[in-house]
């Protein structure tokens, strides 16, 4: 479905491009600094070093902006804000990723990303179980190929794992 079929037959709104385009543009701004910002002193290689994972984040942030960025270049559209309040689905989603880094302390971060995106998936509006599972199990292996597998970065054991003596 169009956004333009999402939203009533409306173009979407400058409005939320401008604000999108705006944190893509403060996040490649961090992504262009992000070598000054980070200590990278450490004897780890880069893949291993502290600089590796805000590079990822900014670089998925800037990617994600960029479809907003080319709709305020096109021509038409409106200003207006959409009229219908506080976002709710993105509000629940943002509150249930707050708890993210307690629950990778807790869980460890495979379990911990399978639980989110199975839980967050339908916050946002995705309403097929078997679509929410699949998704969930690809994002927790892709996170595992990346991480142990392709990098050999190990994280810290969860916390439940000391619980039930593992």
Do not use: N
């Not at 705006?22 to 290689?45: E, F, Q």
């Not at 911990?112 to 179980?129: N, Q």
């Not at 969930?136 to 050999?152: E, G, M, N, P, T």
């Amino acid at each position: 479905m169009s956004d333009a079929a999402a939203q009533g037959g409306q173009t979407p709104s400058r409005t939320h491009d401008a604000l999108a385009a705006g944190l893509g543009a403060a996040g490649l701004g961090l992504l262009a600094a992000s070598p000054w910002l980070v200590d990278r002193s450490g004897p780890d290689p880069f893949y291993k070093g502290p600089l590796i994972f805000p590079l990822i984040a900014l670089a998925v942030m800037v990617a994600g902006a960029l479809p907003a960025a080319v709709r305020l270049l096109r021509p038409g559209g409106s200003w207006r804000v959409d009229g219908r309040g506080l976002p709710w689905p993105a509000l629940r989603l943002f509150l249930l990723l707050c708890l993210f880094p307690t629950a990778v302390v807790v869980a460890g971060v495979e379990a911990t990303a399978f639980l989110f995106v199975a839980v967050g998936l339908p916050l946002v509006g995705s309403r097929r179980p078997l679509t929410v599972v699949l998704v969930a199990a690809l994002v927790s292996l892709a996170i595992h190929l990346a991480f142990r597998s392709l990098l050999d970065i190990w994280f810290p054991t969860p916390l439940v794992a000391d619980w039930f003596g593992s």
